[in-house]
Every structure is written in structure tokens, then in C-alpha cells.
């Protein structure tokens, strides 16, 4: 049973008599979970809602449109708990993370429901063949799967957990029954690159167009790596010949399906000193989230947007403060800027990531920890802007536990948000809200 914490007012539920504090046993007959099932059976047109009330059970009968939402609101979003991951991988970033913060940051999901509903990527080592059957049953597509490999005895040393390499037969029967899936490889030096990496992307091509798009994407290595396996970062030259190897068999798939499949993260053109490809070798951006295309995307929205750009406030300074791996880039469109109205000046600051590691480079994993310690008597202007990657999805902190006003305060500079976007990056920097 799940415990109902809101009825809306005026929905089916409220006319019906349904009351805060009911438990939802079933609907139509079929019990209810969580938010999947919920969500699933309330799409018919006539629904019989049985309730527990106080340790009696009542039913109420619903006629509705077809997808109508009932009105009802739960304890927890999923209605259940979330299922933890249980695996214990070899490149696990918060295995690498330091001690003392805040909870969440530790807490690993691996949870096929936030895959479908919130793009989260899971492994399968946690499903049932009941867990498979349901999404088939439900046609949940797509779903976000972390392969890293398809050898079986490799995959369990990857994700060290023993059902890692039985659980690929799941693949193979989301495939049969034409669930889309995002796939994904996060390389690791000396476990599934070279050879191994071939392998996995010829069986993964195999299965298009159910398998529509797969990131490859390098593993993070923080400085908190004490106990866990030995790990190397790709070299430059290594990084290069990553992309080299996925683009001609992307090449392939794009000659024999009309689909490159096979994308590399920006982070692995960038450490190779590559050119990222233009925004039509992307498509439709399926693994922006992955950080794959991220850049061009936002190049071509920046370059779409300064054409017909105008400003007129006046002299101004501001800054801009980013990870070490997008400082080019970053610094690129501040020139361009700076350029059409030379009246703003822009200070592009390259934050590096003492907190993790200099071998971490993401602006997604820069702290206000080093950007007060690598700003502080910096020339920072009216305003210091940051992208929101830098901060969790609630946009009030940063991974170190600082505030959006905890920064500003100690930096002495007023704080905006940007998002990765060109347009947006542009309209903020030229005084927009």
C-alpha cells in the first residue's frame, strides 16, 4: 500500500470521496507498487480505486478521459524507496570522493524506474527477470543502460559483482521486444578499451534500432583513490586514438543503418587536442546529458544568437568562471563578445580542481571550495557568472556544500547562474535575467 499525502482539488479523486491519509491498494484489481504501476493503470478510461482507510477497505469507481490524471500525490515521488546499486565498480566516482559531506553524495542509485522517468542510467545487476517482463509489459522506452562491456567475465571484474555478465541476456530480450535503448560505456585504460571496446560496439550495433545511440565517455580519477583498483587517465595520444577508433566504426554504422550510433564524450576530443565535430554529427543530441556534443551544441547556438545580438548598457566588467577542460572554448565566446561590444570586458577564469585532483576537469565538478580560493583579490567585475552544472539540480549548492550566497559573500561579486546553452550564455552576459 502507498500512503496518499494530497488529493488536488476538483480531480476525479476528491469528487469520488478519496481522503489524504488513504493508502492506495489497487487499481482495477492490480496492486500497486509504485509510481510506474500507478501511473500505467490509471491511463484507462474506467478505473475501480481500491483504498485502505483506517483498516477498512473502500472502493470507488472512476470514469475519465483516456491518460487523465486521477489527482492524487504520494509520500515520495517514486512511491518507494529507491533501489541502491549494488555493485562495486571499478571507476565508481563516489567511491572516490572525499569523507564528511553531505549524504546524497553518496548515495548510488541504480534504479530502472529513474532510468525511464529521469534519464538515469542503470547497470541491471539489480533486476528480476519480473523487473524485465514489467518494463516490456509497460513498453517503459527507452532506458538508459550502463553496459561498459558485453564480455560476461569482463563485466564482472568491471562492476565486481557476479550477476554483471548474466544480466546481459536483457539486452537481448529489450531488443526482441523493441524497447529503445541509450547505452552507454564509461572507458576505462587497461580493462575495456582497444580490442574489448571493439567487441562491445560491433554487439551493440547489432542490436539497432533498439539500441539508437551509445556514449563513450573516459572514467574520472579523483585524488581519493586509496584502497580501490589501479586506474590510469587515457594520454593525450591515447585519448586521440579513442576517437579515431570510434569514429571509423561509427563511420561504418552511419554507411550500413544511416546512424553514427557511437559517440564520444566532448572531454575525449578536448584531452586529445581534436577538433569537436560540428552540431550536425550529433543528430538529435540523444547523450548531451553524457557530456557528447554539449560544446558544439552550444557553439552553434551561440554563433545562431550574436548575429542579431545588441547591447547598449554602457560600460561594464564581469567574469566568468569555468573548469580546466572548457576554458578554451569558454574563453572563445568571451573574445567574440568582447569583440562585437567592446565596451564589456570579460575575465575568463580557469578554475583547477584542487578539491578532487587536478586530474579531474569538468566544470561540473568544480567546487566554490577552489573558486574562493582562486578568485579571491581576482579582477571580478559586476557580476561573476557560472553554468549550472556546477551546482545540484536544485541550483543552491555546490558539490563542497557551499551556497549560491555563501560564494557571493566571500568572493564580494554578485553570482548568475548560466546554463549550457548559447543563447542563454549570451542574453546573461549582455544583461538579461
Known amino acids: 500500500m502507498v500512503k496518499i499525502t494530497e488529493v488536488i482539488r476538483g480531480s476525479y479523486a476528491e469528487k469520488c470521496g478519496i481522503h489524504v491519509g488513504d493508502s492506495l491498494i489497487s487499481i482495477n484489481g492490480t496492486r500497486i507498487r509504485d509510481v510506474l504501476d500507478y501511473r500505467f493503470y490509471m491511463c484507462e478510461k474506467h478505473l ?5 482507510r483506517e483498516g477498512e477497505e473502500i472502493s470507488f469507481k472512476i470514469k475519465k478521459g483516456e491518460y487523465d490524471d486521477i489527482g492524487l500525490d504520494f509520500e515520495t515521488y517514486l512511491m518507494d524507496n529507491k533501489r541502491t546499486c549494488c555493485n562495486k565498480c571499478v571507476f565508481c566516482f563516489i567511491d572516490q570522493m572525499p569523507k564528511g559531506y553531505r549524504d546524497t553524495l553518496y548515495f548510488k542509485d541504480d534504479d530502472s524506474r529513474l532510468s525511464f522517468l529521469m534519464g538515469n542510467y542503470v547497470t541491471l545487476t539489480n533486476f528480476t527477470d519480473a523487473d524485465v517482463d514489467r518494463i516490456i509489459k509497460m513498453h517503459m522506452s527507452p532506458i538508459n543502460i550502463s553496459v561498459h562491456t558485453t564480455d560476461p567475465e569482463l563485466r564482472v571484474k568491471m562492476l565486481n559483482n557476479k550477476r554483471a555478465g548474466d544480466v546481459l541476456k536483457y539486452l537481448d530480450k529489450f531488443n526482441e521486444a523493441g524497447i529503445k535503448m541509450n547505452c552507454q560505456i564509461v572507458l576505462c585504460k587497461g580493462y575495456n578499451d582497444g580490442e574489448h571496446l571493439t567487441k562491445t560496439m560491433h554487439d551493440l550495433a547489432s542490436m539497432y534500432p533498439q539500441v539508437s545511440s551509445v556514449s563513450i ?7 581519493y583513490r586509496d584502497g580501490l583498483p589501479h586506474m590510469e587517465l587515457f594520454t593525450k595520444e591515447e585519448s586521440a586514438a579513442v576517437v579515431r577508433q570510434v569514429e571509423t566504426f561509427a563511420q561504418q554504422c552511419k554507411d550500413y543503418y544511416g546512424e553514427y550510433i557511437f559517440l564520444c564524450a566532448d572531454e ?7 577538433n569537436i565535430p560540428s552540431g550536425d554529427y550529433y543528430g538529435e543530441y540523444s547523450q548531451i546529458e553524457n557530456g557528447v556534443g554539449m560544446i558544439a551544441s552550444m557553439k552553434d547556438e551561440f554563433d545562431d544568437a550574436i548575429i542579431d545580438a545588441e547591447y547598449d548598457g554602457g560600460n561594464k566588467t564581469v567574469s566568468v568562471a569555468t573548469g580546466a577542460l572548457a576554458y578554451d572554448f569558454i574563453k572563445s565566446l568571451a573574445d567574440q563578445i568582447s569583440n562585437k561590444f567592446p565596451s564589456i570586458k570579460i575575465n575568463v577564469y580557469k578554475i583547477e580542481n584542487d578539491f578532487f585532483g587536478r586530474t579531474v576537469t569538468v566544470a561540473g565538478l568544480v567546487t566554490a571550495v577552489d573558486m574562493i580560493k582562486q578568485l579571491k583579490g581576482k579582477e571580478l567585475g559586476e557580476t561573476l557568472y557560472i553554468p549550472s552544472v556546477m551546482l545540484r539540480s536544485e541550483r543552491d549548492l555546490f558539490l563542497c556544500g557551499t551556497s549560491i550566497d555563501e560564494l557571493s559573500k566571500e568572493l564580494g561579486v554578485d553570482i548568475c547562474i548560466t546554463e549550457t546553452d548559447g543563447y542563454d ?5 549582455l544583461g538579461g535575467e
Request: aromatic share 8%.
Open 48 to 52: 475501480e480505486v481500491l483504498v485502505d
Open 217 to 223: 565517455v573516459p572514467c574520472g580519477i579523483t585524488k
Open 268 to 274: 575525449l576530443y578536448l584531452e586529445g587536442g581534436l
Open 425 to 429: 550564455f549570451l542574453d546573461k552576459i
